[in-house]
Nanobody, 116 residues
Framework: QVQVVEAGGGSVQAGGTLRLSCAASGSIFSINAMGWYRQAPGKQRELVARFLSVDGRTNYADSVKGRFTISRDNAKNTVYLQMNNLKPMDTAVYYC?????????WGQGTQVTVSS
């Protein structure tokens, strides 16, 4: 079994910064992708940023390009999301996702609230 645990959410004013972390543990042996999704009230869950192991590329949602940066520590099976210049539209529950051998593993989610 795989466990995914997020940390680092909170409340900030517009223009502020937050850093999220996600640590994976358990039966990890072939990660296909790992990254962040978010879900705002009344909206579908959407990709924010992720690493693709097959070629090392990163994907970002257009709405966060230039403001958010995903990074990782492979030795710790941990990914981070540095969020700068936050906007009220970024308010959502942020979920970490690990995709391994056709299985998706999700964290419990961490709330990010940005006030104007």
């Amino acid at each position: 079994q795989v466990q995914v645990v997020e940390a680092g959410g909170g409340s900030v004013q517009a223009g502020g910064t937050l850093r999220l972390s996600c640590a994976a543990s358990g039966s990890i042996f072939s990660i296909n992708a790992m990254g962040w999704y978010r879900q705002a009230p009344g909206k579908q869950r959407e990709l924010v940023a992720r690493f693709l192991s097959v070629d090392g590329r990163t994907n970002y949602a257009d709405s966060v390009k230039g403001r958010f940066t995903i990074s990782r520590d492979n030795a710790k099976n941990t990914v981070y999301l540095q969020m700068n210049n936050l906007k009220p539209m970024d308010t959502a529950v942020y979920y970490c996702n690990l995709h391994q051998l056709q299985h998706d593993y999700w964290g419990q989610g961490t709330q990010v609230t940005v006030s104007s």
